[in-house]
């Protein structure tokens, strides 16, 4: 037993007893039918859960390094510890967007492992749940994750650190803690925008609709805050296009697809043209919106590319935190 060594370093402790082992077969001390110490004797050394000894025997047995044997305890079956990437990716739900970012994402890792995607929803039971069930299965973890204090403390303090990779949703704690690939909300959209000023500047107002309160729509809504700021434009927000007058002269900048549709009805109703009376602009490209009302403008990151650079991320085990950078789609509605 004296190859593990069991630490308060912030590494989970079932993972230090699952690298040790590792390592002793990676070094040679531990061969080929070698007895491992029983659950009880782990946990007594140790002092260590039930729990935490089982969760490190069973991710050795599902990679097929150890074998158990009722009566007789746990051995060492395989000397051939290289394993192929096995991915838990938890995204908070589905768009068509996302589907562009898993297919890219899985055609990257194809060839090098599995990927295994899950959906928490936005709720916190949900994605602990998840979290706490996927421990020990897989080489790596991919999140999207929900920005709260107890659920960053819940997730550091439940995966191996080495082994989390964050995308595009997180906290800038976690962004300080682990390699990401992430949009830069605030600032893509400002820069976006001034980009095209000539385009904009024909509008007199920035109507953000939205009535979403999560961090990211938040960040966005900053970065439009401060780009009407900065070129003397009226803004303002709201919540319901249904309960607002639409004005001549307004730019509407839109997350929801469901607020797109009602906003391009309201426009027929009252006979405004799209584009010449009152401009458009949606977050997050999709292929609908290529054609919908003659093309909609939006704003949007490239799903593919960040898929890509997140495998990549895994692949070779690196560190760095990358932001993949929005670009403006201009069409007919502005």
């Known amino acids: ?32 039918n070698d007895k491992l110490p029983s659950l009880n004797a782990l946990m007594k050394k140790f002092n260590l859960s039930q729990d935490t000894v089982l969760n490190a025997y069973n991710h050795l047995k599902s990679r097929g390094v150890i074998s158990s044997s009722v009566g007789k305890g746990y051995f ?29 994402l899985n055609q ?4 090098e492992g599995t990927v295994d995607l899950f959906f928490h929803h936005n709720n916190a039971s949900l994605y602990k749940k998840l979290i706490s069930d996927a421990v020990g299965n897989y080489t790596s ?12 403390k819940f997730l550091i303090e439940s995966l191996p650190p080495k082994s989390v990779y964050l995308l595009d949703l997180a906290s800038d704690k976690l962004k300080k803690k682990y390699p990401f690939v992430a949009q830069n909300f605030e600032k893509d959209v400002f820069k ?8 904009i500047k024909k509008y007199s107002r920035i109507r953000f609709l939205n009535s979403s309160e999560r961090p990211h729509i938040l960040r966005i809504k900053k970065g439009l805050k401060s780009f009407s700021k900065n070129k003397n434009l009226k803004f303002n927000a709201i919540a319901d296009i249904t309960k607002s007058k639409i004005l001549k002269g307004d730019l509407y900048f839109v997350i929801n697809d469901r607020d797109l549709i009602k906003l391009i009805d309201k426009c027929k109703e009252e006979k405004l043209s799209i584009g010449q009376d009152i401009g458009i602009i949606s977050y997050n490209e999709t292929e609908l919106k290529k054609v919908i009302h003659n093309g909609i403008t939006t704003v949007s990151t490239d799903f593919k590319l960040m898929g890509k650079s997140i495998a990549q991320l895994v692949l070779t085990k690196s560190r760095n935190r990358i932001y993949n950078e929005a670009s403006l789609h201009i069409r007919d509605s502005i």
């Open 1 to 32: 037993m004296d190859f593990i060594n069991i630490r308060n370093n912030g590494t989970p402790k079932y993972q230090q007893l699952v690298d040790a082992i590792l390592e002793g077969v990676e070094n040679g001390s531990l061969k080929v």
């Open 76 to 104: 060492i079956l395989n000397d051939n510890i290289i394993e192929k990437h096995k991915l838990f990716v938890l995204f908070d739900n589905f768009t068509l967007y996302k589907e562009n970012l898993y297919n890219s």
């Open 108 to 111: 990257e890792i194809k060839e």
């Open 141 to 152: 973890y991919i999140i999207m994750s929900i920005e709260d204090p107890n659920l960053d």
């Open 192 to 199: 976006c925008l001034n980009s095209n000023i000539n385009l």
